[in-house]
């Protein structure tokens, strides 16, 4: 049974211009979409393809060039969305409890209440004893936790992800998987999540929509319904993983053969 919509993307294009020679690029071209509430939906594709250009559509940090982005809660009113990228951007000069409860104080919380709630985020992401540790004292994937504890605790209803683990090395990065599905079961929010990984693709999604090269347009959304905890030995995760591969395959070509005009143009 499918949920109730959270988002609607409606033939969202996007333009930009090169600032050297002035010509005009097509980013994205008519992406239409429905986000649902409480999944986990991942964006896949090359590099340049527009995935990480729509997530911050999505975020409100960058705008269209046409189309219409609609959010489609109870109220019909729009939600915060808080992102969550690859470098960690936390303070140095706060810990890990005053990161984490940064944005309910630029919300104008009492200080008892957004403590309180950066406490409860510190032991969803399993951040216990490190309250008052500095960000130069942690590891990469325990950056991430303050910086995914940080995203949450300005109640969001959608946390928007571009390629937040891809820094972190493959035995940490699994880790961070598994925890990042722990916490979206949680929590029930909606996870909309930028990676070039197939094997994450597999491993987190409800949902994967495989975009083509540049200009960005959907090429196909391939529904994952294995159930969780899953593991990419296993007969369906590989037949998914095939897909996938053989959907990204032709893309992958055509992304490189632009970058080498684009290079040809620079």
Same mark, same amino acid.
């Given at each position: /049974?499918?949920?109730?919509?959270?988002?609607?993307?409606?033939?969202?294009?996007?333009?930009?211009?090169?600032?050297?020679?002035?010509?005009?690029?097509? *980013?994205? @071209?008519?992406? #239409?979409?429905?986000?649902?509430?409480?999944?986990?939906?991942?964006?896949?594709? $090359? #590099?340049?393809?527009?995935?990480?250009?729509?997530? +911050?559509?999505?975020? @409100?940090?960058?705008?269209?060039? #046409?189309?219409?982005?609609?959010?489609?809660?109870?109220?019909?009113?729009?939600?915060?969305? %808080? /992102?969550?990228?690859?470098?960690?951007?936390?303070?140095?000069?706060?810990?890990?409890?005053?990161?984490?409860?940064?944005?309910? !104080? &630029?919300?104008?919380?009492?200080?008892?209440?957004?403590?309180?709630?950066?406490?409860?985020?510190? =032991?969803?992401?399993?951040?216990?004893?490190?309250?008052?540790?500095? $960000?130069? !004292?942690?590891?990469?994937? &325990?950056? +991430?936790?303050?910086?995914?504890?940080?995203?949450?605790?300005? @109640?969001?209803? &959608?946390?928007?992800?571009?390629?937040?683990?891809?820094?972190?090395?493959? =035995?940490?990065?699994?880790?961070? +998987?598994?925890?990042?599905?722990?916490?979206? =079961?949680? %929590?029930?929010?909606?996870?909309?999540?930028?990676?070039?990984?197939? @094997?994450?693709?597999?491993?987190?999604?409800?949902?994967?929509?495989? &975009?083509?090269?540049?200009?960005?347009?959907?090429?196909?959304?391939?529904?994952?319904? /294995?159930?969780?905890?899953? *593991?990419?030995?296993?007969?369906?995760?590989?037949?998914?993983?095939?897909?996938?591969?053989?959907?990204?395959?032709? !893309?992958?070509?055509?992304?490189?053969?632009?970058? !080498? #005009?684009?290079?040809?143009?620079?």
């Amino acid at each position: /049974m499918s949920r109730p919509a959270i988002l609607e993307i409606r033939e969202a294009t996007k333009t930009w211009v090169r600032e050297r020679t002035g010509e005009s690029v097509l *980013a994205l @071209d008519g992406i #239409s979409l429905t986000v649902e509430r409480g999944e986990f939906l991942i964006l896949l594709g $090359p #590099s340049g393809c527009g995935k990480s250009t729509l997530l +911050q559509i999505v975020g @409100d940090l960058e705008h269209l060039s #046409s189309g219409r982005i609609m959010y489609t809660g109870q109220d019909g009113a729009r939600k915060p969305t %808080t /992102m969550v990228f690859q470098e960690y951007a936390l303070f140095p000069w706060r810990t890990v409890l005053d990161n984490i409860a940064f944005g309910p !104080e &630029m919300r104008g919380l009492g200080r008892a209440e957004r403590y309180a709630s950066a406490r409860r985020y510190i =032991q969803l992401v399993h951040l216990d004893g490190f309250e008052n540790r500095y $960000p130069h !004292e942690l590891s990469g994937g &325990m950056k +991430q936790r303050v910086a995914l504890a940080r995203a949450l605790n300005n @109640d969001p209803d &959608m946390v928007l992800f571009d390629e937040p683990l891809a820094a972190l090395d493959a =035995q940490t990065r699994r880790v961070l +998987q598994n925890e990042l599905v722990r916490i979206w =079961q949680a %929590t029930g929010k909606t996870f909309i999540y930028v990676t070039h990984s197939l @094997d994450e693709a597999i491993l987190l999604g409800d949902r994967v929509v495989v &975009m083509t090269a540049r200009p960005g347009r959907i090429k196909e959304i391939v529904p994952l319904t /294995m159930p969780r905890p899953r *593991a990419l030995t296993r007969p369906a995760e590989v037949q998914a993983l095939e897909r996938l591969e053989n959907l990204l395959k032709e !893309e992958v070509s055509k992304a490189l053969a632009e970058e !080498e #005009s684009d290079a040809r143009h620079e």
